[in-house]
């Protein structure tokens, strides 16, 4: 994996009923498209901020058109390919169904009724956003902090004494395993540092592959034997491990943060300053900071500071009064990481190339 460029860098069905308590107002304005569809069926590749763009001109507007509470929010929102979203214009909400047999497909004669759903565990229901972007980044350690260091297993050698080893080879292993039994391997990088704080907020991590627990340590030794289940870099002595997470959840519902965030653009991926749309940045906020899955911000360019022509100089004429100019929008970003001070996004919609520096806030 690519390392970022850096600046000093939940199992419910989501239940769809129509009336359900709303979520607070968040002094958003909510309005569908003049030119939105009356229906939409679900097809294999939509994605949740795909259609909700269909229907929306703020895809994070989607828990209000649903009628969805803080708690449902907090919940994958399962809608799978086949299914029906219709448009019900009078009451400014989305209504999810299939047609029965013999019934029209119009929205006037579909009735609708509460669905859960929870077999098979949402593997088919389509994603929040694009998933190809993102897969890497939704498991693999990215950003270590303080206390994940502190006493993380490490590497300590290698069967034969090899230096470097890869897929197959053994690795001899030192530390508290906590019960687990399948571990990635990381290699701790730079510390990354609030640009406004100039605080520690998290360390680097540079993924190396994981590992399979053979034999734990016995009695009267602490060293345990692992082998090398994949490697994407080799790994070596005082590399260090950590649980392999669960496998991550992907149909987080778009919506605006429930406080004011105010965050920096801190990295772009690929080692790169600029950023398009489908391009991942990281960001200076987390969940410390009011920020969850399905988290969107309104990407910004920073105001510049220029001089100040009809301001006084001074009595030497000799002082530059500046004026900042407004922040201008320029797109939106998707959450769908979220450490404890730093977060992962998707950048969408984006009217310009974004930079490290940039602004990211909650929605207007």
């Known amino acids: 994996m690519k390392n970022f460029s850096t600046v000093g860098a939940r199992l419910f069905g989501a239940i769809l009923i129509s009336g359900a308590v709303a979520l607070p107002a968040l002094a958003l304005t909510c309005e569908f498209k003049a030119n939105a569809p009356e229906q939409h069926t679900v097809v294999r590749g939509d994605t949740l901020w795909d259609i909700s763009g269909k229907f929306l001109d703020k895809p994070w507007c989607w828990p209000q058109v649903w009628g969805m509470n803080r708690e449902e929010i907090a919940n994958p929102h399962w809608i799978y390919p086949g299914q029906i979203i219709y448009l019900d214009r009078a009451t400014g909400r989305l209504r999810l169904g299939k047609p029965q047999d013999g019934e029209s497909s119009g929205a006037s004669d579909f009735r609708l009724a509460p669905q859960l759903r929870t077999?098979?565990?949402?593997?088919?229901?389509?994603?929040?956003?694009?998933?190809?972007?993102?897969?890497?980044?939704?498991?693999?350690?990215?950003?270590?902090?303080e206390e994940e260091l502190k006493g993380a297993p490490r590497i300590i050698g290698a069967h034969e004494g090899r230096v470097f080893i890869g897929k197959g080879d053994k690795a001899y292993v030192k530390g508290d395993l906590r019960g687990g039994t399948a571990f990635q391997v990381f290699r701790p990088g730079k510390p990354l540092k609030d640009p406004l704080s100039k605080q520690v907020v998290g360390q680097e991590a540079f993924y190396l592959g994981t590992l399979k627990l053979v034999r734990a340590a016995e009695a009267g030794s602490e060293v345990h034997t692992f082998t090398v289940s994949s490697a994407k870099e080799e790994m070596g002595k005082g590399d260090l491990l950590m649980q392999t997470p669960p496998a991550p959840m992907r149909n987080y519902v778009p919506h605006a943060p429930a406080v004011a965030v105010d965050a920096m653009v801190l990295a772009v991926y690929g080692g790169v300053t600029h950023a398009g749309q489908n391009q991942i940045v990281s960001i200076n906020r987390g969940k410390l900071d009011g920020l969850e899955l399905g988290s969107v911000l309104q990407l910004y360019h920073r105001g510049q500071s220029v001089d100040d022509p009809d301001a006084s100089r001074g009595w030497l004429n000799l002082k530059r009064p500046q004026v900042r100019l407004p922040d201008e929008a320029v797109g939106s970003l998707f959450i769908f990481r979220v450490f404890k001070r730093i977060s992962y996004g998707l950048i969408m919609q984006v009217t310009e190339p974004i930079v490290v520096g940039d602004v990211a806030k909650t929605p207007e």
């Open 119 to 145: 077999e098979g565990l949402g593997r088919d229901a389509v994603p929040s956003i694009p998933s190809g972007a993102i897969e890497p980044f939704l498991s693999q350690p990215l950003i270590i902090e």
